[in-house]
Nanobody, 118 residues
Framework: QLQASGGGLVQAGGSLRLSCAAS????????MGWFRQAPGKEREFVGSIRWSGGWTSYADSVKGRFTISRDNVKNTVYLQMNSLKPEDTAVYYC?????????????WGQGTLVTVSS
């Protein structure tokens, strides 16, 4: 089970940190990811992190602004979002799956709303 939190209202240029806490054991072959869905748009990939090794991957639209990290003790993944833009406004979801996260992944959090005002 995944529990996302940390969303809110922020001005453009500001920062937010989202958290995704996982209950239960996270296996070493798991990947944790973040997706987002803006109003009227399809859900899209934001970034991911491999639980073992910590390798990360990002969508081009967030590279250099967003950073994903993990806390192995707390079983939590973070999405640090800096230099936020109004187009980053969306509901952000965390997901988990073995080897790769996709829109068809097995485990999803409930979503947390991020609103960036101009």
């Amino acid at each position: 089970q995944l529990q996302a939190s940390g969303g809110g209202l922020v001005q453009a240029g500001g920062s937010l940190r989202l958290s995704c806490a996982a209950s239960g054991r996270i296996f070493s072959n798991y990947v944790m990811g973040w997706f987002r869905q803006a109003p009227g748009k399809e859900r899209e990939f934001v970034g991911s992190i491999r639980w073992s090794g910590g390798w990360t991957s990002y969508a081009d639209s967030v590279k250099g602004r967003f950073t994903i990290s993990r806390d192995n003790v707390k079983n939590t993944v973070y999405l640090q979002m800096n230099s936020l833009k109004p187009e980053d406004t969306a509901v952000y979801y965390c997901a988990a799956d073995a080897y790769v996260v996709t829109l068809s992944s097995a485990y999803w959090g409930q979503g947390t709303l991020v609103t960036v005002s101009s």
